[in-house]
């Protein structure tokens, strides 16, 4: 299958190249891939990994050209702007790339035949609920970011794939996981929100499933996250745990004590009840803390080698 990724030097898009069997030169085509493992099993893949610097998704004419150019039979388009702060106070920008990118990628893709794969976010919700979110919940974004990746989801053809995911972790890239492995260096005890739910989502994981959804061709919107739920405070408290230190270093407080305050709002529970998966009998991705140890152990041999 020929397949063009979008925000492949991200941290999801790094894993998702690595999914697709391969690690593939940014802006380069690799061929003859073979999936490793899963359904997709030897399927052989010609991928197309794109950035802002190949094709940034904002500039129409540059994504009509790569898809005439390259022809994808599916997009998996996972680039966007992701740092929901700035987006408060660079909504147009947020905008141009979150829901022009994708009525831009849209575009093209319905005109060279290609399916769409959008990547979404936990953060279309407003956080009210007192359940996790099903697929078929109604959003209410509190943030600018998050308005604007619904936006993509409505630009999206019919018969696309969406996939909203959560709280996102990789070895490439900024995250919680990282941000702790660096503060756990220091003598110093440190604060994190307990007032704030939701699913760590572990790349290695996420991305089998992104193909997996993708080359099947899946209609439909479906919540991907890995099993269970924590609050950031939790969430660090397991991340100490992992790399051997002492989880009582970290104190839970309430999102109104943050000072400085953060710029956009956080939904108070953005946990997503993965029902479109389970009741079409596709795999789950595994318990959070699990997809956690897997982190840990890479990020702790890339410091070793280092
Ligand atoms: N991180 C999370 O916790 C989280 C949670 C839910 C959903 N998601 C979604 O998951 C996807 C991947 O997130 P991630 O964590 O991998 O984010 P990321 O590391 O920021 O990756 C996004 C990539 O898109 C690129 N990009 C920015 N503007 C672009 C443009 N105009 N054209 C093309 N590419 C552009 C970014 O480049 P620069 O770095 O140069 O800007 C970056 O390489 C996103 O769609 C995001 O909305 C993320």
Redesign the pocket.
Same mark, same amino acid.
Do not use: E
């Given at each position: 299958m020929r397949i063009l990724v979008? /925000?492949a =030097? &991200?941290?999801? /898009?790094r894993d998702l190249l690595d999914a697709l069997a391969g690690r593939v030169p940014l802006g380069g085509r690799s061929t003859n891939l073979m999936a490793p493992e899963g359904p997709q099993h030897g399927l052989v893949h010609e991928v197309l990994a794109?950035?802002?610097g190949e094709?940034? #998704?904002?500039d129409r004419e540059c994504v009509q050209h790569t898809f005439r150019a390259f022809a994808p039979e599916l997009v998996l388009h #996972? &680039?966007?702007? @992701?740092a929901v702060d700035l987006c408060e106070t660079n909504v147009d920008q947020a905008y141009a *790339?979150n829901a022009v /990118?994708t009525r831009n990628v849209a575009e093209a893709a319905v005109a060279v035949g290609s399916h769409v794969l959008y990547? !979404? @976010?936990?953060?279309v919700f407003d956080g009210n609920s007192p359940r996790p979110y099903n697929e078929w919940d109604q959003p209410n974004p509190v943030s600018v970011y998050g308005e604007s990746?619904l936006a993509g989801e409505m630009e999206c053809p019919p018969g696309s794939t969406i996939v909203r995911? !959560?709280? *996102?972790c990789g070895a490439h /890239?900024a =995250?919680m996981v990282k941000t702790i492995l660096r503060l756990a260096k220091s003598e110093d005890d440190f604060r994190f929100v307990d007032d704030q739910h939701g699913s760590p989502t572990f790349t290695a994981d996420l991305a089998g499933a992104l193909v997996a959804l993708g080359t099947g061709k899946r209609p439909g919107t479906f919540h991907v996250t890995n099993a269970g739920a924590t609050s950031w405070w939790g969430f660090v408290r397991e991340i100490l745990t992992a790399l051997g230190d002492d989880p009582d270093r970290v104190h839970a407080i309430g999102t109104a004590e943050l000072d400085p305050p953060l710029v956009a709002r956080r939904p108070a529970n953005s946990v997503l009840d993965n029902m479109a998966l389970r009741l079409s009998g596709l795999p789950q991705l595994p318990a959070w803390q699990d997809g956690l140890t897997r982190l840990v152990a890479v990020l702790q041999a890339q410091e070793a080698a280092e």
């Open positions: 979008t /925000g =030097n &991200g941290q999801l /898009g794109t950035d802002i094709m940034p #998704v904002d #996972v &680039g966007a702007m @992701t *790339v /990118g990547v !979404s @976010t936990d953060y990746k995911t !959560s709280w *996102v /890239g =995250n």
